[in-house]
Every structure is written in C-alpha cells, then in structure tokens.
C-alpha cells in the first residue's frame, strides 16, 4: 500500500497527516501501530486523517489515533496542524474563522499566519459522570491513592479525560513512576492524560504530560488547556495564561467555568512522504 502523507508537529508534539478527503480511510489499528513505530516506521504521537464532514455545519472532519492504534477523542496541537494543513492545501484562508468536526464534537478555529492558530477548545466538561471519573460529586480536587501515595489531583475533559497533579519540580524521578500510573487509573474508565504542572505566578505554567495511548510527549495541547482550567477553578492564575512544555509555549485563555477556552499556538510542516507498507 502506498499512502502519501504530511509529518507535522505541534511545538514537538508529532503527526502523520493523512488525506481522506477523497477517499475512505485505509488503515486498520496493526497498520497504525507500524507506522507510528519511531524505528522501523515514521514516527508520531497521533495519526490525523481529513475527512469531509459528518456534520453539515462544519467544513472538515479529522480523526484521531493514537501511537498505539486506539482512537482519541480530541488533539489541541493536531488540531492547529489540521489548519495549517487545509491552509497549504488551499481549503483555509488567512483570516479564516471554521467549524472543524471532531470525534468528540465540533471546534472553530481560526488562522492568524500561515503556521500560527487560534482554536476554540469548548467549554471544559467539570461532571465526573461525564469525564468519565469516578467520584462521589464535583470538586477542584479529588484526593486518589496512586501505588500507595494519595495524591490530590484535579480532573475534567477537553474532549478527552485529563488528571491534572501540581508539583513543584518537574524533573522529579517520581513522576516517571506516577505518570503511567495515573494514566491508567481504575478511577479513569477510559483511562486518562497525566499532566504535571508548575506554578510559576499567575500569568505562567510550566507541564510535562504523560499521554494515554501514546506515553510522555513533548507537548499535548489539550493537556495545557486542562491545566490551565484546574489551576484557574482554584483562583491560582488569570485569565490568560502562558503554558510552557518541553517542545515550546501555548497561550491559554478562559474567564472561567461555563465560558469556551482559547488556544493559540503554532503549526509547524517537517516533510512530505509515502508509506510502504
């Protein structure tokens, strides 16, 4: 099978961009995990196709797999690669505003440059029931025994379930073990992204995220967006807030619980190519 393909990046956080806009999509769940292999395959965090539209009032639909060939529900880096890629591909002028559909919904984006994007990123789902997290009512902080340690972590759904822990070293080797743990909690059903995150004032976070599906990443959009919204619920930061994570920084806007939450980050192009599997 030959399948031609776009490698992008999301300061770091890495996709194999594939176009369906013609044609259904071709690869099964072995073929994904072949092609995400970062030695004998290309290399990425999630694969992204471009579909048209299951709903009429959005322009595109893309879906999300992850490393391992299990399906995502929402990509805040993918989905500014999504942009920028309908930009070169002459579907998404600059100015454009969007509705983009999603597996878990819909989301307007808008592009402000070429590589640069704005992404409406909804509203942050706080209902357990809904996340899914088990817990016996909705707080900003849920105490969970992790491999004997309680931890106190936050935990809501950009679109896909996120435990968000505060720490105040992000190079602790603790988190190493944490991470995966927290990721595959028996309190998170469908499991869960594990963000680490440090405070540095008001208007600055530094994260590492430990995905699920696809383990520690150089960046994962909606994992600042989540951070974000668990340090604001406890009046930490401001409405505006800059995220740094290892491969570079979003920009972070929510006024607060029931309002959308806003992302603004680059899209960055790496090669074209042709899978031969």
């Known amino acids: 099978m030959k399948l031609p393909f776009s490698k992008m990046h999301g300061i770091g956080n890495d ?9 259904a999509f071709p690869l099964n769940e072995e073929q994904i ?5 970062r030695h004998m395959g290309v290399g990425f965090d999630q ?4 579909e048209p539209p299951r709903d009429a009032s959005c322009a595109f639909y893309y879906g999300i797999w992850n490393a391992d060939g299990t399906p995502s529900g929402q990509c805040g880096n993918g989905v500014r690669c999504v942009a920028a890629w309908l930009h070169r591909a002459g579907e998404l002028a600059i100015g ?3 509705r983009l559909e999603s597996p878990s919904g819909p989301v307007t984006v808008r592009l402000s440059g070429p590589t640069e994007v704005t992404v409406d990123m909804g509203v942050p789902i706080l209902a357990p029931e809904h996340i899914p997290f088990r ?12 491999g004997g340690d309680v931890l106190e972590i936050g935990a809501l759904s950009m679109g896909n379930p996120h435990a968000v822990l505060e720490v105040t070293d992000l190079q602790a080797p603790s988190l190493y073990r944490v991470g995966p743990m927290l ?18 004032d008001r208007g600055q976070l530094r994260l590492r995220v430990h995905e699920r ?3 520690w990443t150089l960046a994962c959009g909606t994992g ?3 951070a974000m919204a668990v340090l604001r619920l406890r009046d930490e930061v401001d409405e505006k807030v800059q995220v740094t994570l290892p491969g570079g920084t979003l920009t972070i806007e929510w006024a607060g619980p029931g309002q959308t939450l806003w992302m603004t980050g680059p899209a960055t192009f790496v090669f074209e190519g042709e899978w031969l599997g």
Do not use: W
């Open 135 to 146: 817990a016996d009512g909705q707080a900003d902080r849920y105490s969970m025994d992790v």
């Open 96 to 98: 454009d505003m969007v």
């Open 15 to 23: 996709f194999v961009m594939v176009d369906c806009r013609q044609r």
């Open 183 to 200: 990721t595959s909690h028996e309190r998170f059903p469908d499991g869960a992204n594990a963000g680490f995150v440090q405070k540095i």
């Open 224 to 226: 600042a967006c989540a």
């Open 213 to 215: 599906g696809s383990g």
């Open 47 to 50: 694969l992204i196709s471009i």
């Open 33 to 37: 995990r072949a092609i995400a292999d």
